[in-house]
Structures are given as C-alpha cells and as structure tokens.
C-alpha cells in the first residue's frame, strides 16, 4: 500500500497557539486569539460544532476577550508589535475591524479589568498618569463620561473585583512577585484581606459571592496558596480550604450551583477540582491536559477550559455531566501525540543537597543525534513544565535530547522556593544549572562535546552567565532575548515593573558588586564558543540594547556571534513567518555546530 514518511521538522512548525478565548453567555458562540491565519487574530466557532471563522482583523496580540452580557459588542486588548502596551477596542457582534474605545497615546497601557452587568460600565486600569503604580477608572459606555476610581500607589495596584451593587472594589498592590496585598475599598473604609500586611505572602484571584462575602487565593502563612474568604459585614479573614503540596492559582465561580472550580499547580503540572461552597466538599476533575490556562465557568454549569500538555498544542475544551468535549481541533500537521515525546519528571542533588525537580524529553532512538540542548526557563520566577512547545517538538525531531531544569526559583514548588532567586539571580540558580549538567555528564545522557545551551529571557540570562563562567561544558550557545547586563537591565524594564525590582532583582548602587558578579557581560573572555542571538525590536521586558551590547562587544573581539533582530517582534514571536525564520535559523545553527562524528 502506499507508505507516508516520517513527520519531517517542517510539520512542527505548523502548530498554532491559542492565547485566550470567551464563551458568549448564551454559550452559541465561542471567540479565540490565534495565529491560525499566521499573525494573531480573533476566530469565532458557532458552538456546538461550527467550522472557525475570522471575526475581527488586527493582526495583533489580543490580551483579553469580554462579550457585553446584551450582544451589543465585543471587548477585546490589542498591543502593537508586541510592545505590551495594551488598549481596549470594541467590535461589532457581527465581527469586522476593532474601533478604538479605551485607548491613548502609543506608550500607554489600558488593562481591561470588570464589565458592568448591565454592560454598560467598563472598568479599567491605566499607565496614563501613573505609570509606575497604575490607576483605575470606569467609563460609562452610554454617556462617555471617565472617572478616577482608584490612583494606585506603593506598586501597581491593579483593580481585581467588583461587588454586584458595584459599592466595593477589590485592588491589590503588587511588591514582587512574591508579595502583593489584597485590600477591599467599601463606603465604610479600607480594609486589608489578609490579617497582616506586613507578612509577605501573595493574595489574588478575588470573587464577590455576595456583596459582603470576597473569596480569594493566598498564601498567607503558608508554602501554598489556599483558599480564603473575608466577610465585610464582621471584617474577619478565614482560611476556607488547603490542598496538600498543590497551590491554587485560579478559581472561578459557578454561582448557580454555589461551587469554585479551582486549578492547583503541583510542580510541572496543573489539577482541576471543584469545591461545593455550601457543604463544603472537594472533587478531583479529571483534565485532558496537564496545564490549564484559562477557565470560564457559563450560567448554564459548562466549563470551558483552554490547555495544553508536551504533545497536545493549546485547545479549548468543554465540562459538564457528560464528561470533556474538545471543542478545538488544534493540532501539529499530521503528527499524532504518539509521534511526538513526552518528558520525564526527574530529580537530582544540588550543590547544597536541595532536590531539583527537571523535565527530560528523550529524543526517539531512530531520530537521535546524540545531542542534548540544555534549556534554563525564563521568569526566572516561572517553570518549565508539561506544556506544548512547537520548539521542542521541532528539536526532538531532529534528535535532540532536551533537557529542562526547575533551578531554585522556580514556581511550583513552594513560596520559599520562588523567593530563593530574589536578589540572587546569577549564585544559587546557577549553581543548581551546573550540577544538572553534570548529572547529565554522570548519566552518561550528555558530555561537552554534545551539548549545546540555549535559553530564553532569564534563560537567556543564564546561557549566557553559564556560557561566560562554563564555556567548557557546551559545543554552543543560543540566547533569546537574555538579559545581559544587570545594570541596564534594572533601568530599562517597563514603568510599572520598577517598584519591584530592588526586592526582585536589588540595588544596582547598594548591590554593585554583586552586580557586577552576576552581569554575563563581566564575563566576555569567557564566551568562547559560538552563539547565536536572537531578539524581538519591540521587545518592552528585556529590550533590544541588552542583547546589542553583547554583540557588539563580542563581535568587536573577533568572536564568532550571529545574530537574528525581529522589527516586529516582542518578548516571543506571535507572527508565524517570524517564528519559522527563529527555529530555521536555530536548527542550522545547532546543525552547523553538531559533533562531525555524530551527524546523522
Ligand atoms: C509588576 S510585576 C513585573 C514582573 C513580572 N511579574 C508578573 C506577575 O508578570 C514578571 O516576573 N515577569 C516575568 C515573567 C518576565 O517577563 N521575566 C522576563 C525577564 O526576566 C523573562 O521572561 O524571563
């Protein structure tokens, strides 16, 4: 009969991202922001089954999705060229081309936060007039009158609920990632959610379940964030529900039935349960991916669900009694899950007895090279974790054996875990870096001559700190976007981050030396091996001179760098030509550098 090929690397780079999506509330209608057409847009499916369509043409970005509860119009964010600087248009519920609503001058950033029930109120939070700590305000979308609800101060405070009667609003402040305070304004005053503000721990996610009655996530006193309630009419703060070794990071409520649906992050993978209000019992729900992105409960008790796993792209799924419907059909070109790899979840000792928790996706015996690509994730305060990267996939194909360690920092494992990166970006982390590499040295997997080192963001940062210091454990270096000077890094991040990057990151006066020490540009001597630098023009996080400088001066040493500038490109590559050029020019790099002797 007639026989097909194997999947060919090229089949890879033809899977899509879905980066958000909404149900409609009558549920007739689901709309998603992919990149199916090539560049992001928003596609519409005419549920149950309906073939997707165009609905509204911005070749941007979308950061939210809201349907007025009436039909009259759509909500939807848009930034320009990744530059993060989101604005709010509306869109015809027939679909066609974004108007402008809630938008300003092209730096300025306008969140959507809370929609009137009525639909006719918009809430939102704004750069304009103060960048650093941001300020709420709502729009009447009938009269056009804008008024200041709340000016943000300490950090950004960003509104997160609203009570029906819309008498009490819920913002929080955030001080680092790992402290941020939750405090609801009423007509009565002020009040904090959590007893002591003084503690550091985080709070979000809040939910009005009635106008005197906020549940929300913290972990206050605690590694993981549970689930709390504050009541406004007696101003008391109780833990409500804790699952063991599992952090709750979203939760949205079923008001009808009166329960939460609640995903939990335990390492490299998400849970789903559902948690009945009234009697207070707790259910396992069974996902069809390891991680969950977004979850949209409908009046009806359906449950939408946007997630991805290693070997299943992002798609949108549907719950209810009968069990899991995809509603999506996103998937890699004629590739099935089977033919692609799923990771091991590995362990191994650090230089300080810490046990490191690290993804291992083993090439398949017929594709292997014999080479491994080392990848530190980005964040840092982030994980590498059981999720589609069409990278991966691209690299397994071609026989690279991929390794991904949860260095100290890293979320998923506790909140003194994550803390242990802040103002030690370039020690600890680094350190638990190299001893993966050896691990992998002692398990015969790798050796110098047959791994490379690429990373993203603080992964970048870390290729290129590990390329400085330990030139002599890879065959060559592939940084993306990194941040290669702390110094100019702690200046150049956007308006808003600024009020957390001393507890972050420190004090480039006060921490000099240590900055200095932690800078991969203190260690240029050492960049030896050959390396490829990749960078979005618009990039607002890591911004283009951080990669320049790096460059540059290697370039001007006589070392051998490539480098790859994307004009209309941010912090990740959302325009498929582009991400196509990234992952060619990675693989004919990676290819160019391989061990002659193991070339297949
Ligand atoms: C006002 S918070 C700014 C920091 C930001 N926090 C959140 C909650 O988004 C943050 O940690 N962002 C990282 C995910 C990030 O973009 N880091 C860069 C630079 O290190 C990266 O991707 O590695």
């Not at 939460?260 to 707790?282: I, M, Q, S």
């Not at 100290?408 to 242990?420: A, E, H, I, N």
């Not at 020490?517 to 050959?530: A, N, R, V």
């Amino acid at each position: 009969m007639i026989k097909f090929p194997k999947p060919t690397v090229e089949q890879f780079f033809r899977s899509y991202v879905i980066s958000n999506f909404t149900v409609s509330p009558n549920e007739d209608r689901l709309l998603f922001s992919s990149n199916i057409s090539g560049t992001m847009n928003i596609w519409a499916m005419n549920l149950p089954d309906q073939y997707p369509y165009l609905f509204a043409h911005q070749d941007e970005s979308s950061n939210f999705l809201k349907f007025d509860p009436e039909g009259r119009y759509v909500l939807a964010g848009f930034d320009r060229d990744g530059d993060e600087n989101y604005q709010i248009y509306a869109v015809s519920p027939e679909g066609g081309l974004p108007q402008p609503l809630v938008t300003g001058e092209s730096e300025e950033k306008y969140f959507y936060s809370h929609l009137s029930e009525d639909g006719e109120r918009l809430y939102y939070v704004t750069s304009k007039d103060n960048p650093s700590f941001l300020n709420t305000r709502v729009r009447n979308l009938e009269t056009g009158k804008d008024d200041l609800v709340h000016e943000g101060e300490l950090g950004p405070t960003p509104l997160s609920a609203v009570s029906e009667d819309e008498k009490s609003f819920v913002f929080s402040t955030t001080l680092a990632n790992t402290y941020s305070i939750a405090f609801v304004k009423t007509e009565d005053g002020v009040f904090d959610l959590t007893p002591d503000r003084e503690k550091v721990h985080v709070s979000g996610g809040a939910t009005f379940v009635a106008d005197n009655t906020i549940y929300f996530v913290t972990n206050y006193e605690s590694e993981f964030n549970y689930l709390a309630k504050f009541d406004l009419t007696t101003k008391t703060f109780d833990k409500v529900l804790e699952i063991e070794n599992e952090s709750i990071e979203d939760l949205k409520y079923d008001k009808e039935q009166e329960q939460f649906y609640l995903v939990t992050e335990k390492g490299v993978t998400d849970y789903l349960y559902r948690y009945d209000v009234k009697n207070g019992t707790l259910e396992n729900i069974d996902a069809p991916v390891d991680v969950i992105e977004k979850v949209q409960v409908a009046k009806s008790g359906n449950v939408y669900i946007l997630g991805r796993s290693a070997v299943i792209p992002h798609n949108i799924f549907k719950y209810n009694e009968s069990g899991w419907k995809q509603i999506t059909a996103n998937r890699v070109l004629g590739v099935s899950p089977e033919e692609m790899v799923d990771p091991e979840v590995v362990t191994y000792e650090s230089f300080d007895g810490m046990e490191i928790e690290a993804l291992l996706f083993r090439a398949k015996p017929e594709n292997d090279n014999g080479h491994t690509v080392f990848w530190p994730h980005g964040g840092p305060q982030a994980a590498e974790r059981k999720f589609y990267r069409a990278m991966f996939q691209c690299l397994l194909n071609r026989g690279y054996t991929i390794f991904c360690p949860n260095f100290r920092g890293s979320t998923g494992y506790g909140s003194s875990f994550v803390k242990l990166v802040e103002q030690d970006w370039g020690e600890g982390p680094r350190l638990d870096n190299v001893y993966a590499i050896e691990w992998l040295f002692e398990q015969g997997i790798s050796s110098p001559e047959r791994l490379f080192l690429v990373g993203g963001s603080y992964g970048g940062y870390m290729a290129l700190l590990l390329h400085g210091r330990h030139p002599e454990y890879f065959k060559a270096v592939v940084d993306i976007f990194g941040v290669s000077n702390l110094f100019t890094f702690v200046n150049s991040v956007p308006d808003h981050w600024k009020p957390i990057m001393k507890r972050w990151l420190g004090d480039p006066e006060k921490d000099r030396e240590r900055f200095e020490k932690d800078s991969p540009i203190t260690y240029l001597d050492g960049m030896e091996k050959p390396m490829l630098v990749i960078q979005g023009a618009k990039d607002p996080r890591v911004v283009k001179e951080e990669s320049d400088q790096i460059v540059d001066k290697l370039r001007s040493e006589g070392r051998e760098v490539e480098y790859l500038v994307l004009d209309d490109e941010g912090h990740g590559f959302s325009k498929k030509e582009n991400e196509i050029n990234v992952y060619q020019t990675m693989l004919q790099f990676l290819e160019k550098h391989q061990t002659v002797s193991q070339k297949v």
